[in-house]
């Protein structure tokens, strides 16, 4: 007869052990049978969700629903792309391209806008203006200070009982706002060089932390990389930019969205529909692509 079988999620993996917790326990693990004998860094990883056996092996890998190679961890509902309001200023290049990574791999983006405590009133309209994209693309967006402690609850109840990364430059208080939520450890926090106008890197191991009202934050600075993922071809990027998936049809099927004639993306961007912005950012990661890597498979 088989033992009880346990199933629970990888929270942290060191020198080939996988720490498993289930309900309110941790669990110390190997891997055993065909996912020890592959030999692959990739056969279980932080964020998975696994079956263990009685003498604490993890005997089964469920289906994943997303994996990131750098930093090596899957099944993240929640990708939180931090910048703050001022000290450092929003670096809106910088946010399109962590949105572009986050839909390549399959997580849905949160952005979050951190010292609001510090902007004016005018200010933060200015930030809303700006943000007005994420609208077209459905991603949420929240305003917040963890020093005022203003919109930290919001954000909270959005992410409960999911798998949240978290991305964006140094200095914008992620370490911080992460202490805001989760109690597990106090993570280690970089003051902004007021010289440099940027933070120190404080985040070094990957591991998931528990929330105080349930889930799970992924501490790690591997979701702040600015490097274009694989992207393979013009139509695999295009399908990264949910805005242009419009009932109106180019003239052409093929069309690249650039200097076709009666392409019905331009059309829009010309009709305010689809962001100027988005529509300049789009055509600079084409160019980036097509002379960096994708001539050389042509």
């Known amino acids: 007869m088989e033992g009880v079988k346990i199933r629970g999620v ?13 309900e309110e326990q941790v669990y110390e693990c190997k891997l055993r049978g065909i996912l020890k004998r592959k030999d692959d860094k990739q056969n279980c990883v932080v964020g998975d969700i696994v079956e263990i056996s009685e003498d604490n092996a993890i005997i089964k890998v469920e289906k ?3 994996l990131v190679e ?11 792309i931090q910048f703050a309001g001022k000290d450092p200023a929003i670096d809106y290049e910088r946010l399109n391209i962590l949105i572009l990574r986050s ?55 959005y992410i409960k009982d999911k798998i949240t990364a978290f991305g964006g430059p140094s200095g914008v208080g992620k370490s911080s706002i992460i202490n805001l939520l989760q ?6 926090t970089g003051e902004t060089s007021k010289k440099l106008k940027r933070g120190k890197h404080t985040t070094k191991d990957t591991n998931l932390l528990p929330l105080k009202d349930g889930g799970y934050i992924i501490d790690t600075p591997g979701f702040s990389s600015i ?24 003239k ?5 969205h650039l200097n076709e004639p009666n392409c019905a993306i331009k059309n829009l961007v010309e009709q305010g529909v689809i962001s100027q912005t988005r529509y300049e950012f789009y055509k600079r990661i084409y ?11 042509e």
């Not at 993922?229 to 399908?239: A, G």
């Not at 052409?252 to 690249?256: D, E, R, S, T, Y």
């Open 227 to 250: 490097e274009l993922p694989e992207i393979k071809n013009v139509q695999e990027l295009i399908e990264l930019f949910p805005e242009f998936k419009v009932e109106e049809s180019c």
């Open 103 to 157: 839909f390549y791999y399959k997580i849905t983006p949160i952005v979050v806008i951190n010292k609001i405590d510090l902007l004016t009133n005018e200010e933060i309209e200015d930030v809303k203006k700006n943000l007005k994209f994420l609208n077209k693309l459905n991603i949420k967006y929240f305003l917040v200070s963890e020093k005022a402690n203003i919109g930290i609850d919001d954000l909270k109840a």
């Open 252 to 256: 052409f099927n093929n069309c690249l």
């Open 287 to 297: 160019e980036k692509l097509k002379n960096e890597r994708w001539n050389k498979y």
């Open 70 to 80: 750098r930093p090596l961890v899957a099944n993240i509902d929640y990708l939180v």
């Open 64 to 66: 994943r629903k997303n």
């Open 183 to 188: 109690s597990a450890k106090k993570l280690e």
């Open 10 to 22: 990888v929270i942290n993996k060191i020198q080939g052990f996988y720490y498993v917790k289930s």
